[in-house]
């Protein structure tokens, strides 16, 4: 399929409120709120097709589903081993869960949770099978919006392959400049090698405020005329995180190159 990176931006918004909006549903409403959230996966070329190529789950859902609800909470799912194994099973969890007549709270709830009120368990039930699902999907289209470089008006060919995903512009190739003569072919790189360190970032905090400086500086350093004093607040945000040697070596290495074009 083909998306630019704002077109990508917009989708991981959707999906993110999408899934709030579960996490957050109360148990009786929580079978209309999944059907919307498995509806918005299935209308999402770019989710569906990772979802499809993560296959079918590897055992019998509707067997293991209703031996777990039997066994009031002496059994669990076993969701695989890899990404793409969570991915199927959590989904065909997902999906058979809709057609019981008894909300998942009561089929699951056993297994799943030690609470008494049934909002709890809802939210012990999301936090050890949904988010899983939600994380991966998450992970992927962030991933892939990093692949995608700077700018928001190029269109991509997107496709996913034995859990492989390539990312590529209609050309095959990515210019390496624009307008305003910056080497974004470059940028590109040390941006990604930021985002790459973030996982040495300990603070949510911290990491979203990285994430947000970043934003700044792609949208800024695209634009003809850049606004320095936007660019120097991200670049001092950048720098005021503490963090590993890794992340302030390519934080360095950022603003090394920023200080060479502004």
């Known amino acids: 399929m083909k998306l630019s990176r704002a077109e990508l931006k917009k989708i991981l918004y959707d999906f993110n409120s999408v899934s709030n909006r579960l996490l957050k549903a109360d148990y009786q409403d929580y079978a209309g709120v999944l059907k919307k959230f498995l509806a918005f996966i299935n209308d999402t070329e770019i989710i569906r097709d990772y979802v499809d190529d993560c296959g079918e789950p590897a055992f019998d859902v509707p067997k293991e589903y209703d031996e777990i609800a039997r066994s009031y909470g002496e059994y669990i799912f076993d969701l695989g081993e890899t990404s793409k194994d969570e991915v199927a099973s959590v989904l065909g969890i997902l999906k058979h869960s809709l057609g019981m007549e008894a909300p998942i709270v009561y089929t699951l709830g056993h297994s799943y949770s030690h609470?008494?009120?049934?909002?709890?368990?809802?939210?012990?039930?999301?936090?050890?099978?949904?988010?899983?699902?939600?994380?991966?999907?998450?992970?992927?289209?962030?991933?892939?919006?990093?692949?995608?470089?700077?700018?928001?008006?190029?269109?991509?060919?997107?496709?996913?392959?034995?859990?492989?995903?390539?990312?590529?512009?209609?050309n095959a190739t990515i210019n390496a400049t624009i307008n305003n003569g910056i080497d974004h072919s470059e940028l590109s790189k040390l941006i990604i090698a930021v985002r790459e360190s973030l996982a040495n970032v300990q603070s949510a905090e911290d990491a979203s405020a990285v994430e947000g400086s970043l934003e700044i500086i792609e949208s800024e350093l695209k634009q003809e005329k850049p606004r320095k004093n936007f660019i120097q607040t991200a670049i001092t945000t950048l720098k005021s995180v503490k963090s590993t040697v890794e992340f302030s070596a390519a934080v360095t290495a950022l603003v090394q190159f920023i200080s060479t074009i502004t």
Do not use: C, P, S, W
């Not at 936090?127 to 991933?143: A, M, P, Q, S, V």
């Not at 991509?156 to 034995?162: G, L, Q, R």
């Open 115 to 170: 609470a008494k009120k049934y909002n709890d368990i809802l939210n012990d039930i999301n936090e050890r099978i949904t988010l899983i699902l939600i994380r991966h999907i998450e992970g992927y289209l962030t991933k892939i919006g990093f692949d995608m470089g700077i700018d928001e008006t190029v269109k991509y060919n997107i496709t996913v392959t034995n859990g492989q995903v390539n990312v590529a512009n209609d």
